[in-house]
Structure formats: C-alpha cells, structure tokens
C-alpha cells in the first residue's frame, strides 16, 4: 500500500500526541537545560518541524512526534542527558539540510556534532539488506558507530518507531523494520543489558511479522489473566510469610513470561500454552547491606527448598560466580501447587538495578553466541556502579575500539564480508572464493579503480576484477592480512614449488643411476640437513634451478657413507673382549646370543645409527674398545662394515626372549592437521609395554615432518603400531627409520 504522502498535515489526533509526549519530556528534564539553549532549539524545532512544508518523514510518520517519543523513552529508560536528547532532535534536522554538522560544532559543540556524525553513518547501512549474515551486520553497526551511545541511541530509536508502526498502510516496510528490530537491535540491547527494551522489541517484531501467533498467545494469556494472577498470589503468600519469619526485608513480584519469550519456549518444547515448562516467574528482590548479600539470597533460597520440591538440573548459580557481563542472581525452578513449575530468581536491590537498567552486555544467556566484544563490554557495569556525573557521561570517552580489528564490506549485490582490521582487495578477493583471489587483478571500490593492495574500509562496495593469465605470486603475502588469503597463496606457490622439487629430485636420481648409485633416503636427507637445508623441497628446487651441481652432491654422497663407520685401523691382533659391565647399555643379559659358542658376559651396545630392536636380523662389530655395536643387517652402513672391516664382524642372534624396552625410531610425514599429533601419541600410549622416548615436530605450509622414538620390546609391536599410524585421518608416510 502506499505511504501516507509527506506534506500531509498532522492530524488533530497527532497535534494532541506532541503536547502530551512534550509536557511528559519536559517534567523528565527540568533544569537540564538552559533558558538560551531551549530556545535556540525551540526556534529550529519551529523551522524544521512546524514551518517546513514536509512535517512526515518518507514514511508518512510526523518527524517531531518521532523524534519526541525517542528522546521521552531515552530518558525514561535510561537516563535524561542532555547532549543525547539533544541529537534525537537535532538529527532529523541535520538530515532534512536544516541545520549542518559545521553549524552543530559551532552552536552545540564537538560532542553533539560527533554523536551526529555516527548516527549518520550507522543510519545509512540501517534496513540496507536484511538477508545479510547477522552477526557480520551487527559487527558493521559498532564499527561504524566508535561511540557506544551512538548505538543506544539507534536502540531507543528503533523501539519508538516500532511503536508507532502499528497497522502502517506499508505492510513490507513494517516487516522489514520488524525483522531488523529483532535480529539487530533486540540483540544489542540483549549486550547492553537493555532487558526491558529487548524483550518489548521481540514482541513487536512478533506482532508485525505473525500477528496471528502474537494475537492467539496474547488471547489465551488475557484469558487465563484472572487464574493465572491468582496462582501467583497463592504461590507468593505462604513463600512471603517463611520470609518474613527469617527477618528478611524484600519485595516479591510474580509475572507471566513475555509473548516472544512463550512462543520460543512453544517451538522448542513443541507444546501447547497450558503446557509451557516455567510459565511462571516469580523474582525476591531482597534489602540486605553489601557484606550479606550473598548469605541472604541462600537463605532465602533454602526456604523455598524446603517449602518447595526443586529441579536441582534448572538450579542457576550467577551468586558465586556471576555471568561475564557481571549479572547476579540464584535462579530456581520448583515444583508449585497443581505440579506447575515456577522459576524463583533471588537478588539483592543492587543485582536488580543492574539487571534491569545496567548497561553491562550479556550475549551468552540460554546459548547465545559469543565473541570478543564480550570482554570490552564487562568492564560497563563497573562503570555504571560507580558513575557520580551520571553513566552516559562517563562513556563519552569509551571508544569502542574491539571492533578496530575488523572491516565490513559489501558485494555488488548486497552480501556482506567481515575482515580483519588492514585487509586489502586482494584479501577480500580470497574471501570471496580461492579462484577469484589467484586471479584477482584489482577491484572497483564505490564504483573507482583500486589496486590489489588498498585497504578497505567499513561500508565500502567491493567489484573484484580478475584476469585468467593472473596467478598468485610472492609478494602477495606480504600484502593480505587474513589467514585465509596467507594460506591460499601459500598454497599456490608450494604446488609450483613442489613440481620444481619433482624435477629436481628426477635429474638427481637420474644421474645417480648413470653412475651406478644406490641413494639410501634417509643418508640422503641428513646430508641435505648437513647442508642448511631444512625442507628437502627446497634443496630439489634448487637443482632443478642448477643453483646446486648434481654430480658434485653425489660425491659428497660417498664421502660420507665411508665416515659413518668406526675409521681407526686396528689389526685384529688387538681386539679385546670386555666381559664386565662397562659403557653397556645392556650386559649379562641372555636376549643376545653372541659368537659361535654363546660366550656369557660380554659388553654390548646397540648401534645408534640403526635401532635394531628384538626380533630384527642383526650381526654385531667389534668396535675399538672391545665392547660389541649390534647393527641391523639392513643398516645403511652395513655393507660398508663388512666390506671394510670383515674380521671385525661377530655372529649375533636372539635367545628367543624379549628383554628391556629398546629403542626404535620413527619417520612420519602429514597433513598440519588440527589434533593429529595428538592421535598419533594416543595410539602409543594405548600400546601395553610401549614407552614414549623423544618426539621431534617440525612443521611448514601445511605439512609437517615427524620423529619418534620409542622403547619397545619387540619388532612385531613396532610394526603394529607403524600399521596403526599409517590409518591415522591425514598421514601421508610413516616408517622405521
């Protein structure tokens, strides 16, 4: 339907309105301004709302009557300031061009003009797109807003409009504004500990948007009103009088709960009216001094126990501990007469103040989400507690800095992104979609050219311009600051850098095999570790560049296979066997078998290079001190051995028992994946008789690189246990090494 149009006149009906709302106002604010003051704003009041040839907003509604009722319930609700009441004023006439933000400066002063200022901005993105995400709107309205009574304002605001909005000719306009009122300012005023304008918020909106459900529960409630009264008063009386005979001093008030909150509870329960859990709500607001507050409200407490059979699953203690916001209060549910529950709230005349008119946010009551303005907003209530000059004029100086960190931009169409505080075109190109950021070019912002590395701003419009020759390149990581541009170019760049690393590491083995070369891995890679490199990628990358000589890393190979071994010549002449216990990691035990005729007592050690653990094929080598280096016959070095040293090498067997835990290394490569170091180490730990030795991580572009050692009993368990790593959700290789 169409908008009752703008130069309408004020209806008779609408002229008594303003009188009334005006003397209501004027009673409220007495001496808070002065002669001079009211009368230059009587004489723009006059200019902008009386002579003007549009007395309605686009809307149909009258500007002054508007502007009127939210600054009576500002200074009802929450507090008569003056420059706050002021802007409700003013600001209709700042946007009609009646006055301007350099005349406000000039006439009202630097407060008034910057409260103008953000309630110009957080209005123009207001009712913008109601089908952006929630929480990234509500982040746009406090980011825009760097004064927080700038969003009380548009609180107060919103529910004066919403009052006045009752059966409007423009059905979708009255839903919009309903939806928005419910999803962005009820929220807020939730956070701001604003109760009593978010819950009459939620029930507007209700009403606007199914007036049908709003009109059925508000039937049935009116119904039941004379029975439902009287239950309260029967609960309240015997629990008043048990009070008063502890000599507590407290006030009793029963209500029933509001339409939007029983229409939730309906949805949730999946029940009738009649059979709404805790219908009731009874509040003991008790007069105790500070110091009893806390024994006070369990006492009473205990007296409604014992009158009362309580549910202990709906027991609420905010006493001890409160909520983050600062809320106090005990919250019981018990069993009434007619097995009806109540909920019974104990607080202290303070705890109530706070509750109700406090201006300290909670977001996290009956589940709500959290985020990190939480921790800005606690620090309100103390604020509020302690204000001498009044609360709102202590907050001038609080900035809402929290939301610093983070900008909101929108789409083209309207879709609405948050980043982090500094992010650049291309970080929103990344958080549109991986394919859109690697082929970004620039981007048009509010319709001008852009490179890749502008920052945004909040309210910016983002069109990203994107090229299909375009790829991500170096230098981009150190122009975004989001985590998921960071990780995406990363990522590009190491699937080149890892076709390089194949190449590399083709041209290498290639000439190892030309050369005849048997490459054994793990010599290989502390050779590269040995020089400087500390991804193996890297090093390929590099011979694939010809930045290294494949032929000159080959010879440096050998060189090192023949230092891995014991080099001092002693002729044979001159081995000793040791038979006492010294330098031994192990002696006297019978898990060994050594020489032809199982010689008892000779010193042995296992070799550091291999591990070997029980069960393994292994030979032992004399080394130079007499005492026997038991080597796997698979260690890389024991083909040197043996060719070198052959005179040197004993027999060397198992008895066919286990003995102490031995120790046994192992290679893992992964995904960096959330949580799976700690699956792995959970497979161990649940092994019987498996002992965590040393773990080593290291860890880069999404993989990382790991080195276990572990005491073990036997071959077959390490096995086991490398089978049962290998089925772990993002292991790539794992092996004994």
Request: hydrophobic letters at 40%; a positive charge; glycine letters at 6%.
């Amino acid at each position: 339907m169409n908008n009752i149009p703008t130069n309408s006149p004020l209806t008779f009906q609408e002229r008594r309105e303003i009188i009334t709302t005006g003397r209501e106002l004027k009673a409220l604010l007495q001496n808070l301004f002065t002669p001079e003051e009211s009368q230059r704003f009587l004489t723009l009041v006059k200019k902008g709302f009386l002579s003007g040839e549009s007395p309605r907003d686009e809307k149909g509604l009258p500007k002054i009557l508007l502007a009127l009722k939210s600054a009576l319930l500002f200074a009802s609700s929450i507090e008569p300031d003056h420059n706050i009441l002021l802007c409700f004023g003013l600001f209709p006439l700042l946007r009609d061009g009646i006055t301007d933000i350099m005349t406000v400066r000039k006439e009202w002063g630097e407060d008034i003009a910057s409260l103008l200022v953000g309630i110009s901005s957080v209005s123009r993105f207001s009712n913008k797109n109601n089908n952006v995400n929630h929480d990234n709107f509500r982040g746009l309205m406090l980011s825009l807003a760097d004064d927080i009574r700038v969003i009380i304002i548009m609180i107060v605001h919103n529910l004066a409009l919403m009052r006045m909005i009752n059966h409007h000719p423009d059905t979708e306009w009255v839903r919009s504004v309903a939806f928005e009122a419910n999803y962005l300012y009820a929220q807020l005023a939730h956070r701001l500990g604003l109760y009593k304008i978010k819950g009459e918020l939620e029930d507007l909106s209700l009403k606007y948007t199914n007036r049908e459900i709003y009109t059925s529960i508000a039937h049935k409630l009116n119904e039941t009103k004379r029975s439902r009264d009287a239950y309260i008063e029967s609960f309240i009386a015997p629990v008043k009088k048990k009070l008063e005979e502890a000599g507590l001093k407290f006030e009793i008030k029963g209500r029933t709960k509001s339409i939007s909150s029983i229409w939730g509870k309906m949805k949730k329960q999946k029940v009738d009216l009649p059979n709404i859990y805790d219908l009731f709500a009874i509040r003991v607001i008790i007069d105790t001094p500070p110091e009893r507050e806390k024994s006070d409200c369990w006492l009473a407490y205990s007296i409604l126990a014992d009158m009362y059979t309580a549910n202990p699953s709906r027991m609420r203690d905010w006493i001890t501990i409160p909520k983050s916001n600062g809320y106090e209060s005990l919250h019981a549910t018990v069993m009434g007469p007619e097995s009806k529950w109540v909920e019974v709230q104990f607080r202290t005349r303070r705890m109530d103040l706070v509750a109700e008119k406090g201006l300290a946010a909670h977001w996290r009551y009956k589940g709500g989400k959290s985020d990190s303005t939480d921790q800005w907003m606690n620090n309100i209530r103390d604020i509020l507690e302690t204000a001498e000059a009044g609360p709102m004029q202590l907050m001038k100086d609080m900035k809402m800095d929290i939301y610093d960190r983070e900008v909101y931009a929108f789409t083209p169409k309207g879709d609405l992104y948050r980043l982090p505080a500094g992010a650049t075109v291309l970080d929103f190109a990344f958080r549109i979609h991986s394919n859109v950021g690697c082929h970004c070019t620039g981007a048009f912002i509010n319709g001008a050219h852009k490179k890749i590395n502008y920052k945004i701003k909040s309210g910016d419009t983002v069109e990203i311009i994107t090229s299909p020759t375009q790829s991500p390149k170096q230098d981009w990581l150190s122009i975004v600051v989001s985590a998921k541009a960071r990780n995406k170019i990363k990522q590009s760049l190491n699937e080149e850098a890892v076709k390089r690393a194949s190449l590399g590491k083709e041209l290498l083995e290639r000439r190892a095999r030309n050369r005849k070369i048997e490459l054994d891995e793990a010599q290989m890679m502390k050779l590269i570790k040995k020089k400087g490199y500390k991804f193996a990628n890297e090093f390929f990358s590099d011979i694939a560049e010809e930045k290294l000589d494949p032929g000159k890393f080959l010879n440096s190979y050998l060189e090192s296979l023949e230092i891995q071994v014991e080099t001092t010549h002693v002729s044979v002449d001159e081995f000793e066997l040791h038979t006492e216990n010294q330098n031994s990691d192990f002696s006297n035990k019978d898990v060994l078998v050594i020489g032809d005729k199982s010689i008892n007592g000779l010193s042995y050690k296992f070799a550091k290079c291999c591990n070997p653990i029980y069960g393994d094929d292994v030979f032992g080598f004399i080394s130079s001190d007499g005492v026997i280096k038991v080597h796997k016959t698979t260690c890389p070095n024991a083909k040197n051995i043996r060719t070198r040293y052959p005179y040197r090498i004993i027999e060397t067997r198992w008895t066919g028992r286990t003995g102490d835990l031995l120790s046994a290394s192992i290679k893992i490569i992964g995904l960096d994946n959330l949580g799976i170091l700690a699956n792995i180490t959970s497979i161990i730990s649940k092994e019987m008789g498996v002992s965590m030795r040393n773990i080593s991580i290291d860890s880069n572009d999404g993989l990382f690189q790991g080195f276990l050692t572990v005491g073990i009993s036997n071959n077959q368990q390490l096995h086991e246990i490398i089978r049962k790593i290998a089925t772990v959700k993002g292991v790539k290789s794992v092996e004994r090494i």
